[in-house]
DNA sequence: GTCTATAAGGGGATAGAC
DNA sequence: GTCTATCCCCTTATAGAC
């Protein structure tokens, strides 16, 4: 049975691990500036100062799960997006589709990457560089193809906002219409049948 | 000629409204937590001890901001959703293009709301009650009635989002393709004639 | 009302024992 | 590798002079 580049696979994760994953719950839910790093080491288990031998500073940690979690939010766009083998209509529900899923299982990752990024947009100029994902993509290219009367990047937007929108305005909608957790997961699943009727529809409209 | 209740309607305005205006701008820029009084006190251009002396803590001043800013952002909204002597299409064409113009001049409006009130949902447990616009709203009676079919909370994020997310979504969408901040406005003022359409035919499509 | 100086405490990071 | 104790800077807030 091969043994993976990682250097432990016990059942109870590493103390690294146990850090890294303390430190993506704690980082999440309260962004860079309001997060202890008291608050991880708590939530760890360990004490504050294995944080430091670990990853030396708050910073380096937040640099790493910061960038994890960058290329989980935009990853699934790049993939689907630069696929010269898929038609638009397949990228449409492909996007979707992987992007409520995604979101079901990390609401927060959205407000999290966009509200940091907005916060210290310096700190991430080579991080949003290398996301140079939709300049030249096959996306665009079948956009401008389909409708070429209309500005291909108007539909970027659109696209990403109806799949992900909810997942941002959730804070705000679920408290001011009464809606359980339940209620919104079965919203969201619902969803992911209409995305790609109403993206349709748009691409459509004149 | 009568006087307002205000203190002052001077030309430079008073020391309480510089330190506003100078709390205003950094705290939509940087959030709570990473904004520091000194900073507020420097933007506006008075000393540290001033701004404890006219709003007692920083807390205070920033809920006072805060309440300003979730009564712009959702004040439209609710305006236009609970107006009875208009249609439907009225109203999709009303916060496309009310939603547009506002953000145009406040781009950091909706992403500093939502990720405080993400980071912090506690704090504004009162606040997000009392914006309980949406239940019961005509809008919502609206599209129940032109879509039966559909729960019409599904089109609330989506009209929303279509009109709001590409300023969410800005700080990575301009750097990835290039686009000056010029040219993001002229992609907003655009996008004010396709919002309408792109929802109505969101409506039709089945 | 506005300033300088400073108190009081929080929070990131490290020294050094084990 | 992991802990306790501690350093030290930074930040909020206030005291008190003007």
Avoid: C
């Amino acid at each position: 049975m091969k043994k993976v580049a990682k250097k432990k696979a016990e059942p109870d994760s590493s103390t690294e691990d146990k850090i890294k994953e303390a430190a993506r719950r704690v980082f999440i839910k309260k962004g860079y500036s309001a997060t202890r790093t008291r608050d991880i080491a708590e939530e760890a288990g360990i004490n504050l100062a294995l944080l430091n031998y670990y990853f030396r500073s708050k910073e380096k940690l937040f640099d790493l799960i910061m960038f994890e979690k960058v290329q989980k939010l935009f990853g699934v766009l790049g993939k689907v997006a630069n696929n010269p083998d898929t038609s638009l209509t397949e990228k449409i529900e492909s996007i979707a589709s992987l992007y409520v899923d995604l979101l079901l299982v990390n609401p927060d990752l959205p407000i999290f990457v966009l509200s940091e990024l907005r916060a210290r947009p310096e700190h991430f100029e080579k991080l949003v560089q290398k996301t140079n994902i939709l300049k030249n993509s096959v996306l665009l290219a079948q956009l401008q193809e389909k409708r070429p009367d209309v500005n291909p990047l108007q539909f970027i937007p659109t696209i990403l906002g109806i799949a992900v929108f909810p997942f941002i305005m959730r804070p705000i909608l679920q408290p001011s219409v009464g809606m359980s957790d339940k209620q919104f997961t079965t919203m969201m699943v619902e969803r992911k049948t209409l995305v790609p009727i109403w993206i349709k529809a748009i691409l459509k409209a004149k």
